[in-house]
């Protein structure tokens, strides 16, 4: 059974820091592996999804890496902003499951100004 | 595009009552997915279709849980009769095909008293 779990629980940095979130997965055998974004209240945001033929993605301040073999992934965010407060979901799919989405529990990123 | 739209947005209803959550897809996806999300067991994915077609009902709770696709543009959850604990936000996705980018709406959320 595939099971994803994220560490920190919850992380508070003042502005402008780098930092990284992690996320790891019990079953390498995965078809890809999504962050998302969530703020309180709010629907999840996609903000990258890494094939498992790759080894990381980049969308602006936000670099997500994908080591398989170790079933871990990473999300760093540069120059942290206020802006990036919220909850860092990572999701899997197994490589036989079709769109099944395994989550974790997040991590809260709260960035302090 | 609007995105994926659910309504309603809250619903209060006392227990043994039957509820309907609704869920329009973003035009042109095939896939469309229910997740339920709470504080113990974090966010859940009850069932998926495909082109309309049930794919995955595995994590449908129990008997009175049931999903309908009807057509490509909408989507019902309903839940008879519902309980207390059945009280959670329910999040409807869709996405082009079922292992890409899930784009979630806002979701509802339900208290069952």
């Known amino acids: 059974k595939q099971e994803v779990t994220q560490i920190p629980a919850a992380l508070s940095v003042p502005e402008g820091e780098n930092l990284v979130l992690n996320c790891s997965f019990t079953?390498?055998?995965?078809?890809?592996l999504q962050w998302f974004r969530q703020d309180p209240g709010k629907g999840l945001t996609s903000l990258l999804l890494?094939?498992?033929?790759?080894r990381e993605q980049t969308s602006g301040r936000l670099n997500a890496s994908l080591d398989k073999s170790s079933g871990r992934s990473t999300l760093y965010i540069a120059a942290s902003q206020p802006g990036d407060s919220a909850t860092y979901l990572c999701a899997v799919i197994r490589g036989n499951q079709g769109g099944k989405l395994i989550f974790g529990q997040g991590t809260e990123l709260s960035v302090k100004p | 595009d609007a995105g994926v739209i659910q309504s309603p947005r809250h619903e209060v209803t006392e227990m043994g009552q039957e509820v309907t959550l609704r869920c329009k897809p973003i035009s042109g996806h095939n896939s469309l997915f229910w997740y339920r999300q709470t504080m113990m067991r974090g966010l859940e994915l009850l069932i998926y279709?495909?082109?309309?077609?049930?794919?995955?009902d595995s994590g449908m709770p129990e008997d009175r849980f049931s999903a309908k696709m009807p057509n490509a543009s909408f989507s019902t959850l309903k839940i008879q009769p519902s309980e207390p604990r059945d009280s959670a936000v329910y999040f409807c996705a869709s996405s082009v095909v079922r292992d890409r980018v899930q784009y979630f709406g806002p979701g509802t959320r339900l208290t069952v008293t």
């Open positions: 890494i094939q498992s033929s790759q």
């Open positions: 279709f495909n082109n309309n077609v049930p794919i995955d």
């Open positions: 079953d390498s055998a995965i078809y890809n």
